[in-house]
């Protein structure tokens, strides 16, 4: 009988860290990260990463775990350091809870992928480096051209996932969906766990109007100064921990490429798109049951809801 962990997930600004922050303090349990830019030291006021206090106290794992100049900072080396936070909670008899809006990790923990399997080849990385360099686009092109339904699903920004989709095509000659990625199940494998899945969700015009008012917030916080200082230390703004919503346009913009409002209204309409995707991406995970924030009168009623929607899942794996 497989174990069983909760998740959190749903679209960017729907209100996931406050949520899974107050079910884990009811839990008395940890709370295990799946952001894929919280997860960079220095990158905190665009990455939203909660404050000390905004914790309560509750411990984060899998956050600030690796240097922003990292370029080889995986899905399978998230999923190597969550499955062991994993494994320590359950040993100490605590409901592990995966909260964020990285599908990917969250699949990465909840279906019985093996990322694995494919090392990295640093030299073909450095070719198709070199390539994009050249040719702004040829990365994309070329996925569009030997894995098309990675191509539909990745952003064509997503210069990381792109070129890991391409490495294990050129290393294997079989697409990362057939050898890995099989979100589905269709092959009826054993998952590691057994989760319980518990998605936010709103109107969308209520979530932009969040998301719009979260930019302007995280301006105000310093998020200007924030990007400056990583200028200032002289990172390549090509590297994937600054392609990140906020870095990457605030980057474009100290290079004298767009004005401050200019910068501020792409970061706006990114994250709107993003929340879009992430939106999609959940939607085809069957297993997730989906709470509209505002039928809530507070967080705390929320999250009173979902643990009682895990206690009578684990009440249900002993019937």
Sequence with gaps: MSEKIAVIAGPTASGKTDAAIKVASMLHTDVITADSIQVYRGLDIGSAKPSKQEM??????????????????????????????????????????VAGGTGLYINALTFPLKFTEVPADLKLRGDLIKQENQNPGYLYDLLQKIDPDSAKRLHPNDKKRIMRAI??????????????????????????????????????????????????????????????????????HRLPALQGLGYKQLLGHLRGEYSIEEAVSQIKQETRRFAKRQ?????????????????????????????????????????
């Design 56 to 97: 309560m106290g509750v411990v984060h794992h899998m956050i600030d775990i690796a240097d922003i100049d990292d370029a080889h900072f995986s899905v399978a080396e998230y999923k190597r350091q969550a499955e062991d936070c994993i494994r320590k909670l359950i040993r100490v008899g605590k409901m592990p809870l």
């Design 167 to 236: 490495e294990v095509f050129k290393t294997t000659s079989r697409t990362i969906t057939d050898f890995g990625s099989d979100f589905q199940n269709k092959a009826k494998k054993s998952p590691p766990y057994d989760p319980v899945m518990i998605g936010l969700t709103m109107p969308r015009e209520l979530l932009y109007d969040r998301i719009n008012k979260r930019v302007d917030d995280m301006m105000r916080r310093g998020l200007l100064e924030e990007v400056r200082s990583i200028a200032d230390k002289g990172y390549d």
């Design 279 to 319: 939106w999609t991406w959940f939607k085809r995970d069957k297993r997730i049951q989906w709470l509209d924030v505002t039928e809530y009168s507070s967080t705390d009623n929320l999250a009173l809801h979902i643990v009682q929607l895990i206690s009578d899942a684990k009440e249900r794996q002993y019937e």
